[in-house]
């Protein structure tokens, strides 16, 4: 009987095998899954398994030929899912969501980076299938039959136990793993990718029927939790720069670790490193982007809000109700607007910029792009900034508006011309070409910089500058060891690389006391400290940043991974270290009390943004001074 029914389910049984095998070894070979023990090693075998027998066992319920082309069609579409995984995973270090398939308009626009992702080895993907097409006309595959039904309800019950057992594994591996949804490593991990893909349909359909469901309670409890954590901002700095005009540059995959440092005994940011002398720099200041990448950052920038776990959020939540910045200066009488010669609708900026109340988006058709400035992704970051001051002279003062550069971004490409620096050598290209994009970059804010005193624009200025995300992602630890000279990138010196520059630039005041602060801080900080600074309190908004110059902050910063950073602990992929140190703290309890707060920050904010709650909201930002009154 028993080896009757196998032979009857011969073909499915050596399909499933087959996917199950080269899907732990796309595990293997394309993802980076960090694996502590045998238990972890062992659930991250077998977690294919229950979701193939499941989905290949819908095969039992037809018959001969449907059978067969049910299985071969679904090793087709399972194995896209893979590729599509690996690509994407190639540049994000990230799994694929449902909310980044629905960005889809982004990926007409990425040109020169997808052809560096797709690689000819991929077509090793189809193999199998081949060889399983090939099989399928051999008379011992298929004579498949109909199994009776008792051999059905056994097969499925097979299937669902091994479901629980990876299941039970996995919460006792790792507790509150399906609570804990934005680490996604942990869930492919865990339950598998084709598992955590169905989890990430369920949780699409959950945060679909969120606003639906939301009403003005639910603000309450967040605003309890931020109304108790909240910080006064800076009494000193409270309006030194009240209605002058406001630059906000983003750096384009800018990371800290290139400032202050050099390559072959030259500087890579020596227009930077000087202007830091004149300015206040943090030196541990995170980015907290997820999925959304600059448009995270620019969401975190303008609302004090974290980006979503899931996708971007200037996608997912473009027609939410929000408070940011330029509305509220607005109010003030400022202009705002946005430079960036890219398309409009690249991450639906367009929609989104609208929502976040810009008067103005100067984009790709503003700018006078041609062959000879641009490079990689378009306007080179030299002429994207000459022409942006000429643009600037008619607008509007006072102004409110965020230059997004473009030309240090992955891939890194530069004309040899623009090479102020040597790549890096290593045998990893990406690596070696970062550092003269990076040095490009910073002789264009210089530019930009020579060009505003030119212009009359400077002295009357804030200027802030901070890095969008990261650059290097960590499928390029082993370059970056070699030239950070460390045996190895450990899960402590990646959170560390997270690190991004951030720079508060006033002509007449932090030239006269420039300032290194050591303080951990965010981008979710940027909103209230430039309100700070404008003289515009907006305590009563809500806000999860704190301003960063506040005497009595917290010191702590959550990144979009759940993973924390505190003045004395990192929390990162389940082990607590000691930040000093970078090796796991003595007390292994270190990290404890602060899970909690890490959970509900990401939490709370993800509650209003799936909720629109700040639909809820009254808000009204007070200004202490007549000049400014709206
Ligand atoms: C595109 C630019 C880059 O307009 O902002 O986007 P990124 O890939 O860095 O999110
Ligand atoms: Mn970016």
Redesign the pocket.
Known sequence: MRKNTFSKISFLLLATVIMWVKTYIVYKTSFDIKIENFTQEFILFINPLSFLLIIFGLGLFMKEKTRIRWVIGTSVLMTIILIANMIFYR?YNDFLTIPVLFQAS?MG??GS?ITELIQPVDLLMFIDIAFLIWISRKPFFSKTAIMTRKEKTAYFLMAAAVFFFNLGLAEAERPQLLTRSFDREMLVKNIGAYNFHIYDALLQSKTSAQRALADSNNLVEIENYLNANSKEPNEALHGVAEGRNVFII?L??FQSFVINNELNGQEITPFLNDFINESYYFENFYHQ?GQ???????FLLENSLYPLGRG?VFFTNANNEYHATPEILKEFGYYTAVF?A??RT??N?DIMYNTLGYDRFFDITDFEVNEENSVG??LKDVSFFEQSVELLKDVPQPFYTKY?T?TN??PFELEEEDKFIDEFDSNDGVVNRYFPTVRYTDEAVKVFIEKLKEAGLYENSVIIMYG??YGISENHNTAMAQFLEKEEITPYDTVQLQRVPFIVHIPGITDQDPKVFSEVTGQIDLKPTILNLLGIDASDDIEFGTDVFSEDRLPFVVLRDGSFITDEILYTRGVCYDVQTGEPAEDANACEPYMEKAKNELDYSDEIIYGDLLRFFEADAKVDSDQLTP
């Open positions: 540049f982004n626009d990425l980076s983003s384009e995959s982007t959304g990448k600059t448009s995270d950052s620019e971007s960036h890219n398309n690249f991450w900026r992704w378009g997004i473009l971004h992955f969008d995300h």
